[in-house]
């Protein structure tokens, strides 16, 4: 599991698109906290907040990932290596969850220089330091679970699909369902605003990001993610 791991994460950065999308995630998000105009601009809005910051990773995660993961079994497939991936002594489940932690562990490396925005924050505040650092801390944490369900989903796409551009789409296509669709369905009108909204990604991260850490939105998050990685397991079984 630990070699499967390790060969994840050394083919993401032995890859040159794999610093790009880390900087991609990491400019995208400056030039909208700092640059452009609009109500994600700290200097814009009058505020030294940071929570502008985990709103527009929410979405730009729901695609940047995909890019991450598409090729995770695709390539293992189109390549032949899948067959030496199957006779190694570890079992399908562990095979999964070692691609999982990997591709969290890019995730944190990812997210770890985006302490520079927190910080900056933190200085422009009146008086400094006047920033919320336990939401701060708890948005985080929505992020990283986010980021998780997001990555299940990638894994699943890229073994279902076995393309690493179909693989991008449909994963990208779930990712915004889950994030925008059950609220636009919850929306459209009085008859479906009975709570479909709670089957979507952007109730349960939005409470995380107020400070509120809520065991359903634990739950939501950990199911999700879980129930991708198991049916990612039951499709390497039989592909």
Do not use: C
Request: glycine residues 8%; without cysteine; negative net charge.
């Amino acid at each position: 599991m630990k070699a499967i791991f390790n060969k994840e994460i050394q083919s993401f950065f032995s890859n040159p698109v794999g610093y790009l999308l880390v900087i991609s995630f990491l400019l995208l998000n400056g030039l909208m906290l700092w640059v452009f105009k609009g109500s994600s601009n700290v200097f814009y809005s009058g505020f030294a907040d940071i929570n502008a910051f985990f709103s527009n990773s929410s979405w730009i995660l729901a695609v940047l990932i995909p890019a991450m993961t598409m090729k995770s079994f695709a390539d293992e497939y189109n390549n032949g290596t899948i067959e030496i991936l199957k006779t190694l002594p570890v079992s399908h489940t562990h095979i999964v969850l070692a691609k999982f932690w990997a591709f969290m562990v890019v995730i944190f490396i990812t997210l770890t220089p985006s302490l520079v925005f927190v910080y900056s924050t933190y200085q422009l505040g009146n008086p400094i330091g006047n920033i919320d650092l336990g939401s701060t801390l708890t948005s985080y944490f929505g992020l990283a679970l986010l980021a998780s369900t997001y990555i299940g989903i990638g894994l699943f796409s890229s073994i279902v699909m076995l393309n690493n551009v179909s693989a991008f789409i449909l994963s990208t296509i779930i990712n915004f369902t889950l994030y925008f669709g059950f609220t636009a369905i919850e929306n459209v009108s009085e008859i479906t605003s009975s709570g479909w909204g709670n089957f979507g990604i952007t109730p349960h991260f939005e409470g995380m990001t107020r400070g509120v850490i809520d065991s359903t939105d634990l739950i939501y998050f950990i199911s999700l993610t879980l129930a991708f990685l198991v049916w990612t397991k039951i499709k390497l079984d039989h592909v």
